[in-house]
């Protein structure tokens, strides 16, 4: 059995992980690893106040993820520390314990595999699977009744990765997601494909040559491809995400997400102002003990 507590990912902020501490704290076990799924701000913001309080706990994330915190190529936390202010740092934590492709972790007694996913949701991004309990954490390659964040416009990678996810752990009995509450593998994956898979089609018919702005998605297009997603994935739950990045950031994803193109998004900030804090949609437990293992 595994000796202490494995933390899954760091939070957005500051201040999130500071609460999120305290829960930890509470349970009087020691924290003995935290693994990180993918570089994006709400994930890794809070990294700093983990690792302070647990130094000696090595904080793994596979290479890519490292690099892209290290670098900031998009300008993610350049940008949500101008929104967030000294609550995100602007320079994060970068995780120091490299996970090659595929590789086994042993924290704390308990072990981990991991399987690496190319550009989907995130650039590059891990899942952690515990295979004496059956339990899957798959960061944002899946959410839960949440509005999926497509900013990254890697509509067809990320259903690429979705197929490999369920390949590589067929085992899995529960996935614990980036947002929103665990679920039935399967279910979690089909709901997540269905969304990714209506997305593509609604764009699909607005950057045709032949519509009306041509290969761009003009105001009235996108208009239309909301508003039928909003009916058909209705009421996002409070504090979940609302994250289709608004702007011409929005426009371009869409484009590119439909044409299945999996390069780097172009230049220009996407808008991360709709995304909200995953804290307001978990108990802090869940995701900051996700691993938990007593
Ligand atoms: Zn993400």
Known sequence: ???????????RTLSDARR??????????PVVAIVVTHPHPDH???????????????????????????????GFFALTHQQLGDDHPLKPFVPDH????????????????????????????????????GALF????????VTPALLEGHTCGWLTDLDQLRARFPTAKLIYPGH????????????QRDYLRTFRALVHP?????????????????????????RRYPRPPPGGLAARPAGPQHQRGGRRAARG?????????????????PTSAYPAGRRAGAGTAA
Do not use: C, K, W
């Open 1 to 11: 059995m595994p000796q202490g507590l494995v933390l899954v990912d760091g939070l």
């Open 20 to 29: 999120a501490l305290s829960r930890v704290q509470a349970t009087g076990r």
């Open 44 to 74: 890794v913001g809070g990294l700093a106040v983990f690792h302070q309080a647990y130094p000696t706990a090595p904080v793994y994330a596979n290479v890519a993820t490292a690099e892209f915190l290290r670098t900031d190529p998009l």
């Open 98 to 133: 490299p996970v090659a492709p595929g590789a086994a972790l042993d924290v704390g007694g308990a072990r981990l595999e991991s399987a690496e996913f190319g550009a989907g949701e995130a650039v590059t991004a891990v899942a952690y699977y515990r295979p004496d309990t």
């Open 138 to 145: 798959a960061g944002d390659l899946v959410g839960n009744h």
């Open 180 to 191: 929103g509450a665990p679920g039935e593998p399967a279910a979690l994956i089909d709901a």
């Open 206 to 230: 607005a950057i045709a040559p032949s519509s009306p702005a041509g290969a761009d998605v003009d105001p009235a297009e996108r208009q239309s491809v909301t508003a039928e997603l909003d």
């Open 261 to 277: 193109d999996r390069r780097q998004p172009a230049a220009g900030l996407p808008s991360l102002t709709s995304r909200v804090a």
